[in-house]
């Protein structure tokens, strides 16, 4: 992939359709090249002397990609992935069941999985390829005499141009340990070389996984530098801000270790896209326009059903739906051409034609208009309503859209401002208001990029957008009380305080397609669902616990010394003498033996008189010592006092 796309979002860019959300999918194209050499098929010891598992890196690679498979299935069911070996001793390059592509072939390139949507079938064969089980074992023999690089990057070359020739966004990852593999022949380097080009210029994008082995370290210096382009293809000249170097993290003689490095790094290219909008104009002034791209970088995941399957016949079949719009009094099948949309005003409908309907949608042709700029001090941050949109250069409608991109991404970032634009995403989307706002890379600790640089801009809330937050009368707890609840919140944080939401999946999601994949694949049905969400109980209690009984020490405390700071109120006053002397010596029994017990007493007390449904028979007193001790307001009436009493057990 181009260090100048955003590689944490696939690069974007692809075929697109629009799926049944209404947002554009993109679709990808990844080949997966891997060296099947000897030392690529030599089990590697696991460096852990707990562990005395021992994995090939080639079979890592395969297993990697048979994850891949599996997940691309569920979140980009429109991708397509095919598995190139290199270095066998066989060669095979067309699909036995459709010879399409003639008596074409390649010396030790056998062409195991055809770039296509991947199926049920052909993720069962990978795993058996990846577990070496059954025939599988006869595809793994490496070849005796040196593979031709010019000849690996040719017949992915004729992959790609017949398979996926509309795609943009169509990628070759190589996995291999060898890093010099021609030596110092220079015609065959120059072949590659020359191959190498053809890729990019085709739009090909190639990706190196490079492998150690335990005598040395990979280098790229050596060959690929040669054939991994830096640089976008559609605009060679773009500023070096958007071509940093990515850090490649190069797996030890760890076959454990290989396999979750190729993992973690396929799966950072594997975030589901989604295009909101392409190549829309971004107007910085008059006559000074660039095209960019938008797209949602985060949205909900939810299971979608694409289709209707019919089980009614012989095999499983996909059902074609079909609407028929009818007539309540005749039933008679209704046109499209006889229905007309009308909205209610009052007692009255009022009817547009379709005509009129889109021209009162219509503010304009889609559009990022700046206005102005301010200081992004002066957006708040209550103003963040909506989520954002990351717009991205697009080279297609404007030549040198990434170098103005670029200029303006830096200059806002540099100075801390924002820009003010009048936003319109979609034909007949309604405008906005927007702050458009620079946003730097971010990567992990391993180099993996987690955001990629560009834009967002962030939909303003107009004033009926904006509520306001509702008067409450709580009391603040004490400060000693606040200091303690401090300690426990300090042992509960996650690592470096940052929290990651993509270590903590759906659980009712991921069981769903756990589910589906499991009858594709012919697997056992799991037990139970995975769920990561769950807290770590005894984690918490071991560092933690000390600290929450000490916080619920202080409570009582502070709730014995507010008992006693508390005004004991009368009513005595505002009665009689008759009245006052007939409830000092008359009281009952019951009722005095509740208010000795203390708080006990007061909440059976009460329990008892909800349960009986005459909370309002008890007094202010005993209503509010109640209210105190579960840390509700005593402000108001009795009535409201009452009120707050019932919300508490309908609560429970």
Same mark, same amino acid.
């Given at each position: ?33 891997? &060296?099947?050499? &000897? ?132 990628? @070759? ?34 990706? @190196? ?12 210096? $050596? ?34 270790? @290989? ?9 950072? $290219? ?223 944080? @996650?690592? $470096? ?33 995975? &769920? ?79 349960? $009986? ?40």
């Amino acid at each position: 992939m181009a260090d100048d796309a955003p590689r944490g979002d696939d690069s974007f860019e692809g075929e697109e359709e629009i799926d049944e959300t209404g947002y554009k999918s993109v679709k990808d194209a990844v080949l997966f090249a891997i &060296d099947v050499s &000897d030392s690529m098929l030599t089990p590697r010891p696991s460096s852990d002397p707990k562990k005395s598992v021992k994995e090939s890196p080639a079979s890592a690679a395969l297993k990697s990609a048979y994850h891949l498979m599996q997940q691309r299935i569920i979140s980009n069911p429109r991708d397509m992935i095919g598995v190139l070996l290199y270095g066998t001793q066989d060669s095979k390059f067309y699909n036995e069941d459709e010879n399409s592509r003639g008596d074409l072939s390649y010396p030790h390139c056998y062409l195991f999985t055809d770039l296509d949507v991947p199926s049920a079938d052909e993720v069962k064969g990978l795993r058996a390829l990846a577990e070496d089980e059954g025939e599988s074992r006869d595809i793994l023999v490496p070849s005796k005499e040196p593979v031709s690089m010019a000849n690996v990057l040719f017949c992915a070359n004729q992959i790609f141009t017949s398979k996926a020739p509309n795609f943009t966004s169509r990628r @070759l990852f190589i996995v291999t340990d060898n890093d010099n593999p021609h030596g110092e022949n220079k015609s065959l380097r120059s072949a590659a070389t020359v191959r190498a080009k053809d890729l990019y210029d085709l739009g090909v994008v190639i990706e @190196l996984f490079p492998i150690s082995r335990p005598e040395y370290e990979f280098d790229t210096s $050596k060959f690929y530098d040669d054939i991994i382009y830096k640089a976008t293809p559609t605009d060679p000249d773009a500023p070096a801000y958007f071509q940093s170097e990515r850090k490649v993290s190069t797996a030890t003689g760890d076959g454990i270790s @290989l396999l979750n490095s190729l993992l973690s790094s396929v799966n950072s $290219k594997s975030v589901p896209r989604r295009a909101l909008f392409s190549n829309v104009t971004l107007e910085l002034g008059p006559e000074f326009k660039i095209s960019v791209n938008g797209y949602l970088l985060f949205k909900r995941q939810e299971p979608a059903r694409s289709c209707y399957v019919w089980l009614g016949g012989e095999k499983p079949q996909i059902a074609k739906g079909v609407t028929t719009l009818t007539a309540d009094d005749t039933a008679r099948a209704v046109e499209k051409g006889e229905i007309r949309k009308a909205y209610k005003f009052g007692d009255e409908q009022i009817s547009f034609t379709p005509e009129e309907q889109q021209s009162l949608r219509n503010f304009g042709d889609p559009v990022i208009r700046i206005i102005g700029f301010k200081p992004i001090t002066a957006l708040p941050f209550w103003a963040n309503l909506k989520h954002p949109t990351f717009i991205y250069p697009s080279e297609e409608t404007y030549i040198g859209s990434t170098r103005v991109f670029s200029a303006l991404h830096q200059k806002l970032f540099k100075d801390s401002k924002m820009a003010l634009v009048w936003f319109i995403a979609r034909k007949n989307a309604a405008p906005v208001l927007a702050a458009m706002i620079a946003g730097p890379e971010k990567t992990d600790d391993q180099g993996t990029q987690k955001f990629p640089p560009g834009m967002w801009i962030l939909p303003l809330p107009f004033a009926d957008d904006v509520r306001q937050n509702p008067e409450t009368s709580l009391n603040v707890a004490p400060e000693p009380l606040i200091d303690r609840m401090r300690e426990v919140v300090q042992q509960l944080q @996650l690592p $470096k305080a940052v929290y990651d939401p993509t270590k903590y999946p759906n659980p009712s999601l991921q069981w769903h397609y756990r589910i589906l994949q499991a009858l594709a694949l012919d697997e056992d049905l799991p037990e139970q669902p995975e &769920d990561k969400t769950v807290p770590k109980y005894r984690q918490i209690d071991k560092r933690a616990g000390e600290y929450v009984l000490a916080w619920s020490d202080e409570l009582e405390s502070q709730y014995n010394k507010i008992s006693a700071e508390a005004p004991k109120t009368s009513t005595l006053a505002k009665r009689g003498p008759r009245d006052r002397a007939a409830e000092e010596g008359a009281s009952k029994p019951a009722k005095r033996v509740k208010a000795e017990a203390g708080f006990g007493g007061v909440e059976d007390e009460v329990r008892l008189q909800y349960e $009986k449904g005459a909370i309002s028979k008890l007094t202010l007193l005993v209503l509010k010592e109640f209210l105190v001790s579960h840390g509700r307001s005593t402000a108001g009436k009795k009535a409201d006092l009452v009120e707050r009493v019932e919300e508490f057990f309908e609560q429970k």
